[in-house]
């Protein structure tokens, strides 16, 4: 479809502006994409550990319950089950969560006008 409007240069460099404008647009959201991924992945990684050295120090009072004072022994499976539990819970809801992924979309927009040959 052609259409009898002119391409003249202010056009041209407004449309070239425009497509640098989203390219920087898309490559900063990009980047932080990336790094919101490297910090989701690195809070997934300790919280795994963190989980492991809370159950098995759990586990340790609570099979050993003779040599700690009851209290202690309360905390431990207090701990075991809330800890467990909260955490799940957070990694889901900040590392996990699908919802919380961003999709990178194109950003263009711009268009230069047919001209008349």
Known sequence: MT???ELNPVIVERASEQLRQER???DQAKS???????LRLMMGF???ILLVVVMVVSVYILFN?????TAVV???GAALFVDVVGMLIGVW???????SVTKLQ????????????
């Open 3 to 5: 259409n009898n409007t």
């Open 24 to 26: 920087e647009t898309f």
């Open 74 to 76: 309360t905390a431990a």
């Open 32 to 38: 932080q994409e990336q790094w919101w991924f490297i």
């Open 65 to 69: 319950h003779a040599e700690f004072p």
């Open 106 to 117: 194109p950003t263009t927009q711009s268009s230069i006008p047919d001209v008349a040959a």
């Open 93 to 99: 809801k900040i590392a996990l969560n699908p919802k």
């Open 46 to 48: 300790s919280s795994i």
